[in-house]
């Protein structure tokens, strides 16, 4: 999680999560039906060679169960599907500013787009005019991934939002967080100090049948570590599940104040640590990263596996 609106040399606090209402669902693309959230994303899909079929499940901030958190994803039936998250900065709500508002209006920019033609099935032109679309104030970490029919998976990521990709059991695809200091994330923005698609990693990745990819905000990363979320989808086949289960061994360490998460171990990379005369008793900082939390879990499925659409 990242804790800080950039704004030159300005610092404040910041936090993350969602647009949808359903905590917890099931979406198998192709299939219509199962889609979530906007059906401007479903513009004339067609079948593929692989699809995602997908679940997801995201669990607030406790101070924010209310509002629901100001995290937002979508996902959306088109081509072989996409899949998307932005990561609301919270440091906002000091300035009177929702801070779910950007992240909610990025991504249903961003799902209506999906198909439009100067998008031409780029995640990185997607960012691009989602964002020029956006007016609400405020700023949000973004990431978008899209499928191709024909296995070929292409990800635009700006600031700290995640993407794992595993296969057989093992990681052979990774994100990497972009920031400017611990805490503070690339993020777009409202203001013209904030990032663009220009800033955006890029990465492109083949995927075959039975490959598995978990997308999710820092609320997720901070808390889990890679083999942790290796081991939870080795026990959950059903991505539905496996979504749920992530989120709530997310949540359980974030509020484990005795647990060494790998948000405590970066920070204590970067010197942020008890003070000295705790280091002298043998304690060091520990405990998970209070957050919003959203997981998208996708299987990729060949489209004879996948329903048909209704």
Not at 44 to 57: K, L, M, Q, Y
Not at 139 to 157: H, P
Not at 197 to 206: I, M, R
Request: with cysteine; glycine share 8%.
């Amino acid at each position: 999680m990242a804790n800080s609106i950039y704004r030159a040399s300005i610092l404040q606090s910041y936090s993350q999560l969602l647009f949808q209402p359903c905590l917890s669902n099931k979406h198998c693309v192709p299939k219509k039906t199962n889609l979530l959230c906007f059906a401007s994303s479903q513009l004339n899909p067609a079948r593929s060679e692989v699809s995602f079929c997908i679940g997801t499940h995201l669990i607030p901030h406790p101070n924010k169960v209310e509002r629901g958190g100001e995290d937002a994803f979508f996902v959306s039936n088109f081509k072989g599907g996409v899949i998307a998250v932005a990561d609301g900065v919270s440091g906002w709500a000091e300035q009177n500013v929702d801070p779910s508002l950007f992240s909610k209006e990025i991504m249903a920019n961003a799902s209506s787009l999906v198909g439009n033609l100067e998008v031409n099935y780029d995640p990185q032109i997607l960012i691009r005019k989602a964002h020029a679309a956006t007016c609400s104030k405020g700023s949000a970490t973004a990431i978008v991934a899209m499928l191709e029919r024909n296995g070929t998976m292409k990800v635009a990521s700006v600031g700290d939002c995640g993407l794992r990709v595993i296969r057989k059991g093992q990681i052979i695809f990774s994100t990497t967080p972009q920031e400017h200091y611990f805490d503070c994330p690339y993020q777009l923005s409202s203001e013209l100090v904030g990032q663009t698609y220009l800033d955006a990693v890029v990465s492109s990745v083949e995927l075959v049948e039975g490959d598995t990819i978990v997308m999710g905000s820092d609320g997720l990363f901070d808390n889990v570590f890679d083999g942790e979320i290796v081991s939870t989808l080795a026990a959950h086949s059903d991505v539905v599940e496996a979504a749920k289960a992530l989120a709530k061994l997310a949540s359980n360490h974030s509020l484990d104040s005795r647990f060494d998460s790998p948000y405590t171990i970066e920070a204590r990379s970067k010197g942020l640590d008890v003070p000295f005369w705790k280091k002298i008793l043998g304690m060091k900082l520990t405990g998970g990263k209070l957050d919003d939390i959203t997981v998208i879990v996708g299987q990729v499925v060949s489209s004879a596996a996948s329903p048909q659409p209704t």
